[in-house]
Every structure is written in C-alpha cells, then in structure tokens.
C-alpha cells in the first residue's frame, strides 16, 4: 500500500471504510494529514482473517497496539 511502519501501527479498525466499490485503509500520513489508500483484494482478505471481528488497533502485540520499533524487530 505504501503506507509507513507508523502509519500501520497507528491504524485503527474504524479507519477501514469503502469507497468507490474499494475496500480502503485512511490514514495519518506525515504532518498530521489524512489520506485514504485502497486495499488489494488479497490484502483486504487478509486483513479481514487476521482481524476475526474485533475491534481496535489493527496490528497487535501481546494483546496492545503494535509498536513502530516492534514491527522492526
């Protein structure tokens, strides 16, 4: 998606939308402005698996939000 590590770490899943017939992911890009990227297909299911209906942080670690220097690791 071209979305930064940060990016995708501060994502909610109220931040998962439609448009256009696309499923999209809007986020905080740098300078604090808002942008929505669409989803792949294959990217949307995926996501849609890894989530199983909950709601919150999009990106998990040991049950809190996924961390920029986490993902690194």
């Excluded at 998606?1 to 448009?19: F, I, P, Q, W």
């Excluded at 890894?50 to 986490?70: D, I």
């Amino acid at each position: 998606t071209g979305v930064r590590v940060s990016e995708a770490c501060n994502a909610t899943t109220s931040d998962l939308g439609m448009a256009r017939g696309h499923h999209t992911l809007t986020v905080v890009r740098k300078g604090g402005k808002r942008q929505r990227i669409p989803l792949i297909p294959d990217a949307w299911a995926d996501l849609d698996a890894y989530l199983a209906g909950r709601a919150g942080p999009l990106f998990l670690s040991k049950r809190v939000r996924l961390y920029r220097q986490e993902a690194y690791r």
